[in-house]
C-alpha cells in the first residue's frame, strides 16, 4: 500500500470492521509509515475517551447481549489491545428481531454476525445474518449489506441458498436465510475422502448454480470454498454474496464511491482472487472473474493445494497471482485424469480472452468429462501451455530452436541432393530414349528418302516396268503412303492441270512441301522450266515442316541453283540430272 490510509480505512481498523487480508495490507503499511502510525494512535485516544464517556452516561440504562468484534485492534507493536465490545439495545437481540428465537452464534464474518435460530410462525430452522455495527456501521458496509440481501433474494437455485426475510429492526439490519447444516466444500471433500470423479460431480453442481446466477447478471466475486457448504446429502449450497454485483450495472454505487477514497483497493478473499481483481481495475472484472475463482477452489480440492504461494505479504501474493503460471496439478496429484488437468489450466489462465468465457463453458466440460465425451479444454490448453512454456524457457527454447533449424536444414538439403540425383538420373533416361527413338526415326527416314529417291531415278529413266513395281511396294507400306499417291500423281493420263489441283487438294494442306516439290519434279521431267522454278519456290517457302521433309528442301535447293544459273539456260532439260 503505497499511499497513505483514507480516513474511513483508518476507521475501519480501529473498529475491527476490516477483513483479515486489509488488516495485513494496513500493518505493513504502518511498519515504514510514521505519519500514519500517529494518526492510528491519536484516533484510538479519541476513541478510548468516548468510549468512557458513553459507558459513564448509559451505565444504568443499557443491558442485553455482548458481540465481539469481527478482529481485534492491533497496536503499532503487533500487540492486541482488548476486544472492542459491541452492545445490543437493552431489549435484547431476540426482542430486536421479533419473530425469531436465537439459538447459537455462528461463524462470523468481517462485516457480520450469523446466529441459528428458529422462525417462530413457520417453525424452521434459519440462519439470521447482523450487520455487526448495527445503525453505526458505515455507509459502504450498509451498502454492500443491503446489496447482498437484494441480489441473493433475486436468486432461487437449488443449490444457492434461499433467502426467506429482511429488514431493518430498530436500527439493526439482518436478514433470515435458509439454514445449511453442513460443511465447507474443502473441509467435507477432505472428511469424505472424496474420489475425483466424486469432487468434479459435486462441482458440476456449483458451476451450474454459478452459471445461473450469471444468465440473471450476477457476479458473486467473493467464490471460495468457506462460502461453498456441502450438506448432509451432499448438495452444495452457494452463499454469502457481500460482493456480488450485476454484470451489467452501469451506474455508479455506493461501494464504488467509496473505493475513490482507496487506492488500489482490492476486493474478495485473497486467495482466490482472479487477476484483474488482484490488479484493482474494476473495468476488467466481469463474469470470467468468477470462473478463476472456481478453478482456483477446484484445484485446492483436489489437490489440497494453491497453484502458486499465497502466502507472504500482500503484496508478493498479489504479485503471484497476477504473474506465476500455476503448477500443474498432475506433479502434485501424479495420476490426476489429463483432461481434469486441462479443465483446471484453462480455468486458471491469466489472461481472461484465453480463460473460459463464462461459467456455462466450464460446467460444459465438466459435465462432458463425467460423460466420458471430449472437451474443448484439450486443445486449447495444449497449445496455449506450450506458447507458456517457451515463453518461461528463452534460453532453452533458443538452443531447442536452433538446433531444430539445424536438423531441418541439413534434412531439407539432403532431401534437395537426393531430389536433384533423381532429376538427373531420370533426364538422363529419358535423354537416351529420346536418342534411341531419333536414331530409330533418323534411320527410317533415310530408307524412305534413300527408296524415294530411287523411284525418281526410275521414273526419270521411263523404267515403266519397275515404276510399277514401286507402286504396289508403295500401296502395301503404310508408311509410304504420300509416296504412293506421288506414283499415280505422275503415272495418271489426266490433264496436267486437273492432276495438279486433285493432287493439291490431297496432300496440300497436310504435306505442302512434299506436295509442291512433286508437282515441281513432274514440270522438270516434262521441260517445263519456268513452272517448275515456281513450284521449288513454293516447296521453299512452306519449309521443312516435317523432319522427314528436310532432304527435300535441300533437294529443291540445288534444283532452283541449277535453273537460274546465269549461262545455263539448259540445265532445265532432262540431261541435267545426270
Avoid at 472492542?84 to 430486536?96: K, N, Q, R
Avoid at 433474494?153 to 429492526?169: E, F
Avoid at 506436295?515 to 516434262?526: G, S
Wanted: proline share 4%.
Amino acid at each position: 500500500m503505497g499511499v497513505c490510509l483514507s480516513d474511513e480505512l483508518v476507521e475501519h481498523y480501529l473498529t475491527g470492521s476490516c477483513s483479515d487480508d486489509e488488516r495485513q495490507a494496513i500493518e505493513t503499511h504502518l511498519s515504514h509509515c510514521e505519519d500514519c502510525r500517529q494518526r492510528i494512535e491519536s484516533a484510538k485516544s479519541t476513541m478510548a475517551d468516548s468510549r468512557q464517556s458513553d459507558t459513564a452516561t448509559d451505565a444504568t440504562a443499557k443491558q442485553g447481549r455482548t458481540i465481539r468484534p469481527a478482529h481485534p485492534t492491533v497496536s503499532m507493536a503487533e500487540t492486541s489491545s482488548p476486544p472492542t465490545e459491541t452492545h445490543i439495545p437493552d431489549t435484547g437481540l431476540e426482542s430486536m428481531l421479533e419473530g425469531y428465537e436465537i439459538l447459537e452464534e455462528l461463524p462470523r464474518g468481517a462485516q457480520a454476525v450469523v446466529y441459528k435460530a428458529t422462525q417462530k410462525a413457520t417453525k424452521r430452522t434459519v440462519a439470521v445474518k447482523v450487520l455487526s455495527q448495527g445503525p453505526h456501521a458505515s455507509p459502504r458496509a450498509r451498502y454492500r449489506f443491503e446489496r447482498e440481501v437484494e441480489l441473493a433474494a433475486s436468486l432461487r437455485h437449488p443449490n444457492i441458498v434461499t433467502i426467506h426475510d429482511s429488514g431493518i429492526a430498530r436500527g439493526q439490519y439482518f436478514f433470515a436465510m435458509e439454514y445449511i447444516q453442513g460443511k465447507p466444500l474443502d473441509q467435507y471433500a477432505q472428511a469424505e475422502k472424496l474420489s475425483v470423479r466424486e469432487t468434479m460431480e459435486i462441482f458440476n453442481k456449483v458451476c451450474s448454480a454459478v452459471m445461473y446466477a450469471h444468465q440473471l447478471g450476477v457476479m458473486h466475486r467473493d467464490l471460495k470454498p468457506g462460502n461453498i457448504l456441502v450438506d448432509t446429502k451432499g448438495e452444495p449450497h452457494i452463499l454469502d454474496f457481500g460482493l456480488a454485483k450485476f454484470v451489467s450495472s452501469s451506474e455508479q454505487t455506493t461501494e464504488e464511491t467509496v473505493m475513490t477514497s482507496i487506492p488500489g483497493k482490492v476486493i474478495g478473499t485473497l486467495a482466490f482472487m482472479s487477476p484483474e481483481q488482484a490488479s484493482a481495475q474494476p473495468g476488467a472484472i466481469d463474469v470470467r472473474t468468477d470462473v478463476y475463482s472456481l478453478g482456483m477452489i477446484l484445484y485446492r480440492v483436489l489437490t489440497g493445494d494453491f497453484p502458486y504461494a499465497v502466502d507472504g505479504s500482500m503484496l508478493e501474493i498479489l504479485r503471484n497471482i497476477q504473474e506465476t503460471e500455476p503448477t500443474r496439478p498432475s506433479k502434485i496429484m501424479r495420476n490426476l485424469n489429463s483432461d481434469v488437468e486441462a479443465i483446471l489450466l484453462k480455468a486458471l489462465t491469466k489472461e481472461p480472452v484465453h480463460r473460459y468465457q463464462s461459467a456455462a463453458e466450464l460446467q460444459h466440460d465438466i459435465d462432458y468429462w463425467l460423460k466420458g465425451l471430449p472437451i474443448s479444454a484439450r486443445a486449447d490448453s495444449s497449445i496455449y501451455m506450450f506458447r507458456k512454456l517457451l515463453a518461461r524457457h528463452r534460453y532453452t527454447s533458443t538452443v531447442v530452436a536452433l538446433l531444430l533449424v539445424i536438423v531441418l536444414s541439413f534434412s531439407y538439403v539432403s532431401f534437395d541432393l537426393y531430389l536433384t540425383a533423381k532429376k538427373a538420373q531420370r533426364n538422363a533416361k529419358a535423354a537416351a530414349a529420346e536418342a534411341t527413338t531419333k536414331f530409330s526415326i533418323d534411320e527410317n527416314l533415310s530408307v524412305q528418302q534413300i527408296t524415294f529417291d530411287r523411284f525418281l531415278q526410275v521414273w526419270d529413266a521411263e523404267n515403266l516396268t519397275q515404276t510399277k513395281w514401286f507402286e504396289k511396294y508403295f500401296r502395301f507400306v503404310p508408311e509410304y503412303e504420300r509416296e504412293h499417291k506421288a506414283v499415280l500423281f505422275w503415272i495418271d493420263k489426266k490433264p496436267l492441270a486437273e492432276k495438279v489441283a486433285e493432287f493439291r487438294q490431297e496432300l496440300g494442306k497436310s504435306e505442302p512441301c512434299f506436295t509442291e516439290f512433286v508437282i515441281a519434279e513432274y514440270h522438270l521431267r516434262y521441260g517445263e522450266r519456268n513452272e517448275a522454278i515456281q513450284a521449288y519456290r513454293k516447296c521453299l517457302s512452306h519449309g521443312a515442316d516435317l523432319p522427314k521433309d528436310q532432304w527435300l528442301t535441300i533437294r529443291a535447293k540445288s534444283r532452283l541453283y541449277d535453273l537460274t544459273e546465269q549461262n545455263q539456260p539448259d540445265k532445265a532439260s532432262p540431261a541435267v540430272r545426270d
